[in-house]
């Protein structure tokens, strides 16, 4: 994987400011991994090198608290978070799931669906008592140590791309800051991470309705508006 970042013309040409509403606190320099603690879970949000940046560790680590929260992950436990851009994710868009060009956002879960709870998915699931037995001797661990859910990597670039264009929010046709556009896809990748998808329609409504309630509880929230016809 290469951390070297291509910045997409349309950021500087359209005069788009990759300044944070919320400065980011002295701490690792940029391309190191800080891990914030918000009990039961600790954040390890990584950031690579070049990448714009527009919101602080703890504002992004602090919503996907709330994700993991309201989506019932067994703590404590950790999980991590990687700040990139369209090159990364488009190498692993293509070696992980088949697909051409770059992505805002992948999730690498550690654990299958079974292991968080149930919840509305399209289709009803059957639960094996043995891998369900199975799970939670996993996260039976010993005290002092985290069970790792799995990864969530993000385009800042994708992310500043999306806001800039009118084309932000769950369906692409909202209007908001390239910070709320990246709290949501880090909301979104971390239900992933917990079981929830969208490839029915009625698991998709769900996961939609889960990600505006997250996003409506975060302090400092900005509610998008609908984006306007050119």
């Known amino acids: 994987m290469n ?10 040409e359209a005069g788009v400011s990759v300044t944070s509403d919320c400065p980011e606190p002295a701490g690792p320099e940029r391309g190191a991994t800080a ?38 992950a067994p703590g404590p436990a950790s999980i991590g978070v990687v700040l990139s851009g369209d090159r990364e994710l488009a190498e692993l868009n293509t070696a992980h799931m088949g697909h051409s060009g770059p992505t805002d956002v992948l999730s690498f879960p550690f654990f299958p ?21 199975a799970l939670k001797q996993a996260f039976a661990l010993p005290p002092g140590l985290r069970a790792h859910l799995g990864d969530v990597i993000l385009s800042v670039e994708r992310a500043i791309v999306q806001a800039a264009d009118g084309r932000g929010g769950q369906a692409g046709d909202l209007q908001w800051t390239s910070a709320e556009e990246l709290l949501l896809l880090a909301v979104h990748g971390t239900l ?12 998709e409504a769900a996961m939609r309705a889960m990600e505006r309630r997250i996003l409506d509880s975060l302090p400092g929230h900005e509610p998008a508006r609908e984006a306007t016809a050119p």
């Not at 951390?3 to 013309?9: A, I, L, R």
């Open 192 to 203: 992933h991470i917990c079981g929830w998808d969208h490839a029915e329609p009625v698991e």
């Open 3 to 12: 951390g070297d970042q291509v910045v997409d013309p349309r950021l500087t």
């Open 113 to 133: 669906p079974e292991a968080f709870p149930a919840h509305e998915r399209g289709l009803p699931i059957s639960r094996d008592p043995g891998v369900a037995a």
């Open 35 to 72: 891990s914030v603690y918000l009990p039961p879970f600790r954040i390890d949000v990584a950031v690579r090198t070049g990448v714009p940046h527009v919101i602080s560790r703890h504002r992004l680590a602090a919503a996907v608290r709330v994700a993991l929260e309201v989506a019932g």
